[in-house]
């Protein structure tokens, strides 16, 4: 089973226990409980739910993992030729990483395959 979230400007694919980076929240502390609630799609195996944008009442619950994650340096160089004039700045972008719990969507029947359940146990 997984779904597609809206999560600040992006959109992600999540599964359940899956590792996710999504934009960084001060007010995170390890061990939170995070709740996204603008699911715009949601596949079971079998049959799918489709939002328009959004399902109504689909939740995505997530536990924080790492309350500020850091992303790859960015280095910015900006160089004006034959002027002597030179500017090296950089960037590091914070994240949240997040594990994702349970995927919630009524009205969704979850289709399992025989490998699936032997997967499982």
Do not use: C, W
Request: charged share 30%; aromatic share 4%; no cysteine.
């Amino acid at each position: 089973m997984f779904a597609v979230i809206e999560e600040g400007s992006r959109q992600i694919r999540v599964q359940q226990g899956e590792q996710v980076t999504i934009d960084f929240r001060a007010t995170a502390k390890k061990g939170d409980q995070i709740t996204f609630d603008r699911v715009l799609l949601a596949n079971a195996g079998g049959s799918s739910a489709i939002g328009t944008p959004i399902i109504e009442g689909a939740t995505i619950e997530a536990e924080v993992l790492e309350p500020e994650a850091k992303g790859e340096k960015l280095e910015i160089q900006k160089l004006r030729r034959r002027k002597n004039s030179r500017r090296h700045t950089g960037h590091r972008q914070k994240y949240t990483q997040v594990r994702v719990t349970a995927i919630n969507v009524p009205g969704l029947e979850v289709v399992t395959t025989p490998a699936e359940e032997a997967a499982a146990t």
